[in-house]
């Protein structure tokens, strides 16, 4: 039943193409338009919403933090992301016109249960997106957009993540088409790029065996540090999850621009620093800005691992082991610069000896509060 693996998570990993392209299938149009037949919102009441929320624990809110930026840039509303156990202690304003989106592969975890009871007293709307058919948040809420990962064994979210990516995209492609904005153009073409995905993560899968070998000489360090900024930022988040849930080891990340306002002190000889360089597409302020990052940490002694597209010529020479993903669309690169951060995390988890489907102190699900 593990298909020749070790492990579930190994597994699971090597399963994301197929995942990516069963998420999409059938809702995408051969002219583009997208349905998405049990969200049962109504066109109408989608075009009221003024704000997003999107609630969600762990690798699910990477998830919706992802979200934010590609919903915000292709539907101009105003989109706010929150961890789920910390939303209904804070008294959020909330109403009619309000969108609650709540992300869980399990569709239990309490925490983003009982945000969702919270949201629909106050009158939001509430579009689950989830992988477990029939569970409890989706029967509690409004609509559900699933997932169809398929069942995930390996207590670690990894095929799961990326097709929650897939459905909040879908939902904020969606929300442009109804709302007319922008629609014919950008949003028509990343449409396209979209169905293009499954063949971009079987690529990188492909490309993984330095990040393996780079996993395994990293089995004694004492903490890994992952940088990113704007969508590879929630990206570098996820790399720190991961290494801390299935190494047990202390891993951290920072947005790259706040180094210099603190965390560049824990900058010293031989510390591993992952880092995700944005796409070299449309925004090559933000790419500029990350090679200095990586020329500054790698001065002071950090041991610079860097996952960039493939021909970033510019990044190469700062590069102690340089981590090449397919060249992607922006919005798109968590897509592809996700999975060397799932690879290393459990290559070095297998190096110390642990099981990667059942960490220690961990559970599936989280049916408490
Ligand atoms: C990390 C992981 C957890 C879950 C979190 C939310 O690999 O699996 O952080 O993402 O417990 O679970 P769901 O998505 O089921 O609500």
């Given at each position: 039943e593990k298909g020749g693996y070790d492990y579930f998570m190994l597994k699971e990993i090597a399963e994301q193409p197929r995942a990516v392209a069963d998420t999409l299938l059938g809702r995408v149009?051969?002219?583009g338009t997208l349905t998405l037949d049990e969200m049962r919102l109504a066109p109408e009441e989608l075009r009221d919403i003024n704000k997003i929320v999107i609630i969600a624990c762990g690798t699910s809110y990477h998830a919706g933090l992802i979200a934010k930026y590609a919903i915000e840039h292709w539907c101009r509303i105003p989109c706010e992301v929150e961890v789920a156990s910390e939303f209904r202690y804070r008294d959020p304003i909330l109403d009619r016109q309000t969108m609650v989106i709540a992300i869980s592969q399990s569709g239990e975890s309490m925490d983003t249960l009982m945000a969702v009871r919270y949201a629909r007293e106050q009158r939001a709307r509430v579009l689950a997106i989830c992988n477990v058919n029939g569970s409890t948040i989706p029967r509690e809420s409004d609509g559900v957009l699933y997932t169809h990962a398929g069942p995930e064994v390996g207590v670690a979210a990894t095929k799961t993540f990326l097709t929650q990516l897939i459905a909040c995209y879908l939902v904020g492609l969606y929300l442009a088409q109804v709302r007319n904005?922008?629609?014919?153009d950008e949003v028509n073409a990343v449409i396209e790029q979209l169905s293009g995905m499954p063949e971009q993560v079987e690529r990188v899968l492909s490309m993984m065996e330095p990040m393996r070998d780079l996993a395994r000489s990293l089995s004694g360090a004492n903490t890994v540090l992952f940088l990113g900024r704007h969508v590879g930022y929630p990206v570098a988040m996820e790399g720190a999850l991961k290494l801390k849930e299935l190494a047990y080891m202390h891993a951290e990340a920072f947005a790259a621009g706040e180094l210099k306002h603190g965390s560049i002190a824990l900058i010293e000889e031989g510390v591993p620093v992952v880092v995700v360089v944005p796409s070299r597409e449309g925004r090559s302020v933000l790419h500029d800005k990350i090679v200095s990052n990586i020329q500054e940490i790698r001065a002071r002694g950090a041991r610079t691992i860097v996952i960039a597209e493939?021909?970033?010529?510019?990044?190469r020479p700062y590069a102690d082991t340089l981590i090449e993903i397919p060249a992607v669309p922006t919005l798109l690169q968590p897509i592809v610069a996700t999975v060397p951060m799932q690879v290393f995390a459990s290559e070095l988890a297998l190096a110390k000896g642990n099981d990667v489907d059942q960490p220690r102190n961990l559970a599936k699900s989280v049916t408490v509060e």
């Open positions: 149009a051969v002219d904005l922008k629609f014919g493939e021909g970033d010529e510019k990044v």
